[in-house]
């Protein structure tokens, strides 16, 4: 049976026995998965491929925040050897190392 039937035999059943709490429980539940269907479906993940399609999609985001990571580490890296290099040229000059520069 088809989830669409499911969920309007529940909605005629709620209709002439009137609504009991089971009753709501399992239209509420039909038409969530109904509507996660549709959702699932529209997005084109409705296949069987679709799991797969999903790990490579976090595989792929998780390479890319790592590779995002790795750059900035070693932008701040060269940033901080910069500084350090530059500061340990002025503490030369300042001791009149600097005639050993030229």
């Not at 997005?43 to 900035?72: I, N, V, Y």
Request: overall charge negative; charged content about 30%; glycine content about 8%.
């Amino acid at each position: 049976m088809k989830r669409e039937d499911m969920l309007a035999r529940l909605l005629a059943q709620a209709e002439t026995e009137g609504s009991e709490l089971i009753t709501l429980r399992a239209i509420v539940e039909e038409a969530s998965d109904l509507g996660a269907a549709r959702v699932l479906e529209r997005m084109g993940l409705a296949d069987e491929t679709a799991h797969e399609d999903l790990a490579e999609l976090r595989e792929l985001l998780q390479a890319w925040r790592d590779a995002k990571a790795s750059a900035w580490k070693a932008i701040v890296d060269w940033l901080v050897r910069g500084i350090l290099a530059l500061l340990l040229f002025g503490i030369a000059v300042r001791l009149g190392f600097g005639g050993l520069l030229q």
